[in-house]
């Protein structure tokens, strides 16, 4: 309400001012602040220096105005972009000060200012006819408080499913399933965008290593995998990461800071890694079990191998892969994979992606297609 007020009686004064001296005079540029920088105003009236939002700065020097326009990107800080004019004349009118600027494809510009408060150094840059962008001196700029940037909290998508509608198939529904517990569901929506204010937050979720359900109702849950640990098509993000393939792992360590470094192995190079089970020696038929696995194993190597891939077996209980955005996976190999009760007898690994199971006994037709996919 200040700041309608502020401008309603600025443009009352700069009307009465045209009104009754309209004389044109020179303007001494030397008494004009060599740089001004943008305020905003609070609800209550009081003058900030907002870096939430944009903040624009003039600078005087010579014969040029220019214009550092610096937008607010992030976090990080600014995207600024600088407009260099010459200035062609300045003059004023009553208490406007107007400047006659030129850009390098000579076109010109006019802008004017107007004295809000001259031992404040406070300046109104007159827009339009309706509103007052309020500018400080540099030399005073240090008198306003400065209101901090707010980073905003995005909270971790954990999962993510898109389903078709039932009835329609062009429109789809988005299930997010965020770390905090709160879900989000919207019908043809840009999720990443849409659900930060679609958000149920009490909404119970039973995340469970091969179904999720919702309200701890049984009948109302989503399947991760088929039977044969192919995740299901749908899924957008398991477990923080994007599904690139339905044939990838999902089933990685948590607390690796508690895993001794002496029992990872660090895979960073393109690479099929043979994971050999542990045998039964009790079992009448153990020798020809592995003598089996052996032959399948070897096979599987000889196979890649034709497709320019090494063989890697994995020596230690814990592998660590390298991904593409900097970070790092870590699996136990005693372990099962996208709800598999037995740990993948080998894996084939892409630099910088996530890992996909690979059956050394043998792929259907549309695991072949996949595993193409994932190489290509």
């Not at 109104?124 to 005073?140: A, C, F, M, P, T």
């Not at 149920?200 to 049984?218: A, G, H, Q, S, V």
Request: charged share 30%; with cysteine.
């Amino acid at each position: 309400m200040k700041k309608m007020i502020l401008i309603l009686s600025v443009l009352a004064f700069i009307a009465s001012s045209c009104g009754n001296k309209t004389t044109k005079k020179s303007f001494d540029l030397s008494t004009f602040p060599s740089m001004l920088q943008s305020l905003e105003r609070y609800e209550n009236g009081d003058l900030v220096v907002d870096e939430n939002v944009s903040l624009i700065v003039y600078e005087i020097n010579g014969n040029k105005f220019i214009q550092h326009y610096c937008a607010r990107v992030d976090e990080t800080g600014y995207d600024e972009s600088d407009f260099e004019y010459e200035i062609v004349e300045t003059y004023q009118i009553a208490d406007t000060i107007f400047f006659k600027l030129k850009d390098e494809a000579e076109a010109e510009y006019l802008y004017k200012f107007i004295w809000l408060d001259k031992k404040k150094e406070l300046f109104g840059l007159l827009i339009g006819d309706n509103d007052v962008q309020i500018y400080v001196s540099k030399e005073r700029l240090s008198e306003y408080p400065i209101k901090k940037y707010e980073v905003l909290v995005r909270r971790k998508v954990k999962h993510h499913y898109k389903e078709p509608y039932i009835h329609n198939k062009k429109t789809e529904i988005n299930f997010v399933f965020f770390e905090d517990g709160t879900i989000s569901m919207c019908s043809d929506c840009n999720w990443d965008d849409s659900v930060l204010e679609l958000q149920e937050p009490n909404r119970e979720i039973d995340d469970l290593p091969e179904w999720l359900f919702i309200d701890n109702n049984k009948n109302n849950g989503i399947k991760f995998f088929d039977d044969f640990g192919l995740i299901l098509e749908g899924w957008k993000i398991i477990n923080f990461h994007k599904v690139n393939s339905r044939k990838q792992i999902t089933n990685f360590e948590i607390n690796i800071e508690k895993i001794a470094k002496s029992n990872i192995q660090d895979i960073n190079e393109k690479c099929l890694i043979i994971i050999k089970p542990e045998f039964d020696n009790n079992s009448e038929d153990a020798g020809e079990i592995a003598a089996d696995w052996d032959y399948y194993a070897n096979e599987t190597g000889e196979r890649y191998k034709a497709m320019g891939l090494k063989t890697v077996y994995a020596e230690k209980r814990y592998l660590s892969f390298a991904l593409a955005d900097g970070g790092k996976i870590v699996i136990d190999t005693k372990k099962g994979q996208n709800g598999q009760n037995i740990p993948p007898s080998a894996l084939l690994y892409k630099k910088g992606q996530i890992p996909i199971i690979i059956i050394i006994s043998g792929e259907s037709e549309e695991s072949n297609k996949m595993i193409k996919e994932y190489l290509r």
